[in-house]
């Protein structure tokens, strides 16, 4: 079974800083293209950033500039550092991977934004 673990989120300051992390097997880092989305209460899910498994990058123009998506190859795992924090960022962040028709989600972990 495939396994997303997710960790990192809290409440943070308006201007803070989070890093998420998702961790998972080899085989799915290596092969799949990750990345992380969110889903605010009464929105819909939406892209935040993707990493291809070659290293390309994209990310949602909301955050671009703000966020970092990287992959640590020695602990299989992807991170999405979020700098300069606003509270329209709060939402559940779920970190994804997909390949072909294939695609896999984690549990959500969530970010909140306030003073």
């Known amino acids: 079974q495939v396994q997303l673990v997710e960790s990192g989120g809290g409440l943070v300051q308006p201007g803070g800083s989070l890093r998420l992390s998702c961790a998972t097997s080899?085989?799915?880092?290596?092969?799949?293209?990750m990345g992380w989305y969110r889903q605010a209460p009464g929105k819909q899910r939406e892209m935040v950033a993707v990493?291809?498994?070659?290293?390309?990058?994209t990310y949602a123009d909301s955050v671009t500039g703000r966020f970092t998506i990287s992959r640590d190859y020695a602990k299989i795992t992807v991170y999405l550092q979020m700098s300069s924090l606003k509270p329209e960022d709060t939402a559940v962040y779920y970190c994804?991977?997909?390949?072909?028709?294939?695609?896999?989600w984690g549990q959500g972990t969530q970010v909140t934004v306030s003073s």
């Open positions: 994804h991977a997909a390949r072909g028709n294939l695609d896999y």
């Open positions: 080899g085989s799915i880092f290596t092969r799949f293209a």
């Open positions: 990493i291809s498994n070659s290293g390309s990058i």
